[in-house]
């Protein structure tokens, strides 16, 4: 990306949004704190990148029925869908951390009925868990990009051996042998009504497109209530650009689907290619997903293989990799930015009473937070 000086990037966009007339009442860079800095009702807010609106709910979820969310929340919960009987997909994706489970690498069957930081088991997989805010409109899928779509991806934790380890057609089975399940299925499905592994995966699926954070801060900021990001976080977010963390990190979402190499330390005894592995090309050793950073204030600890455990080290780490010079300011800056100005966990799982297999829910030691 070229490098712009927030005062010419913020002209600019506030240029374009007034129809390209620069009027005298605009004054982008605000002098801090008095009163009419910052946009007026109705104004565009000074933004270091052209406004993108939130995407529109993908077509997939217009016309879902609501008891297909609701099966989908059961089935999330329920450990009934690992060979252990105690794994659950919330037990790695848990609402207080970040849909994700606060450990460095996630932790398979095997290791009870615990979730989050203080799982302990054999199981150990390569990867860290990934949040599942705004998935609906992510594709690729998967910190390497092998998944394309929420109802496929939904079969790897159960056909993964360290993870659930468990076959889906039996699964199946076992699910239509419980009559509030296949009750259930049937109000989900009214078309196609079954207990079949699609549409296991389907009510997955639409379960996970309802986790949507899209009323941050910085989300108010830019519907225009200037007051909505703080001086710091509005500098915060003017030197994220300067340093071309958006050029990945992309708004609205704050993810891409592009695909980098962010040098990141490596775990003895793990061995992970990456984007090689699903490409087969060299050249792809090392690459990521970039993630989102919507929430990421709760998903430490960071990257693919989770070696960093604070943000600002991670804000630090990152900012190495510009190549720009960078001050201790910029990394406190940049990361009160991503860690407060982006967070809206409101769409997150909700935990249920109980599941129709009786079975005992995931249990956070640490509690709800
Ligand atoms: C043992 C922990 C664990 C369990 C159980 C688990 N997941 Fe995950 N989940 C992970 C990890 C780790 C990743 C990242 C894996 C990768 O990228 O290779 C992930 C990634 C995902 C993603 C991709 C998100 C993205 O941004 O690309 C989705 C969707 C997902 N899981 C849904 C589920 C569902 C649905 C279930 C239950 C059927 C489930 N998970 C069970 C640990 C788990
Ligand atoms: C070239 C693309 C690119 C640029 C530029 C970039 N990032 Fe990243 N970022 C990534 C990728 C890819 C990952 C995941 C890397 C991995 O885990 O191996 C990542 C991971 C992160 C994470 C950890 C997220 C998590 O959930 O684990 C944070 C925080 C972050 N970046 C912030 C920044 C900041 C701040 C900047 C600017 C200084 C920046 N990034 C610039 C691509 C990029």
Avoid at 81 to 97: G, M
Avoid at 155 to 172: F, H, V, Y
Avoid at 296 to 304: A, E, G, I, K, L
Avoid at 310 to 332: A, G, K, M, Q, Y
Wanted: proline content about 7%; aromatic content about 8%.
């Amino acid at each position: 990306m070229t490098k712009h000086t927030r005062a010419a990037l913020a002209l600019a966009v506030l240029v374009a949004a007034c129809g390209g007339t620069a009027s005298d009442d605009v004054h982008p860079e605000g002098s801090g704190g008095e009163a009419g800095s910052g946009a007026r009702p109705g104004e565009a807010p000074a933004l270091p990148w052209p406004l993108t609106e939130f995407p529109s709910l993908p077509d997939v979820m217009v016309d879902v029925p609501k008891a297909r969310i609701e099966l989908g929340r059961l089935l999330f919960f329920d450990p009934l869908l690992s060979v252990d009987r105690e794994t659950a997909c919330a037990t790695c994706h848990l609402p207080q951390w970040g849909m994700a489970d606060a450990l460095p690498r996630a932790i398979g069957h095997g290791a009870g009925i615990t979730a989050g930081p203080s799982r302990v088991g054999s199981n150990t997989l390569r990867r860290n868990s990934l949040s599942l805010y705004n998935v609906a409109f992510r594709a690729p899928l998967l910190w390497d990009g092998r998944a394309t779509t929420l109802e496929e991806q939904a079969l790897i934790p159960l056909n993964t051996e360290d993870e659930m380890n468990r076959d889906p057609g039996e699964l199946a089975t076992d699910v239509a042998s419980i009559p509030e399940y296949a009750s259930l299925f049937a109000d989900a499905f009214p078309q196609d009504p079954g207990v079949t592994v699609a549409n296991l995966a389907s009510a997955l699926a639409a379960y996970q497109r309802t986790f949507i954070s899209k009323n941050s801060a910085y989300d108010a900021y830019v519907d225009g209530s200037s007051s909505a990001l703080s001086e710091d976080l509005t500098e915060g977010m003017f030197r994220f650009a300067e340093m071309g963390c958006d050029s990945c990190h992309t708004p609205p979402l704050f993810e891409s689907n592009t695909f980098a190499n962010r040098v990141v330390a490596e775990i003895d005894g793990v061995l992970d290619y990456g984007l090689e592995e699903v490409t087969g090309r060299s050249e792809d050793r090392g690459k990521f997903r970039t993630p989102t950073l919507r929430n990421v204030n709760n998903t430490q600890p960071y990257f693919h293989n989770g070696s960093i455990l604070n943000l600002s080290e991670v804000v630090r780490h990152e900012l190495e990799l510009s190549e720009l010079p960078f001050t201790e300011e910029d990394v406190r800056l940049i990361t009160e930015f991503v860690g407060k100005a982006l967070r809206d966990d409101r769409n997150q799982a909700a935990f249920p009473a109980q599941v129709p297999s009786g079975l005992p829910l995931p249990v956070d030691l640490f509690g709800a937070r």
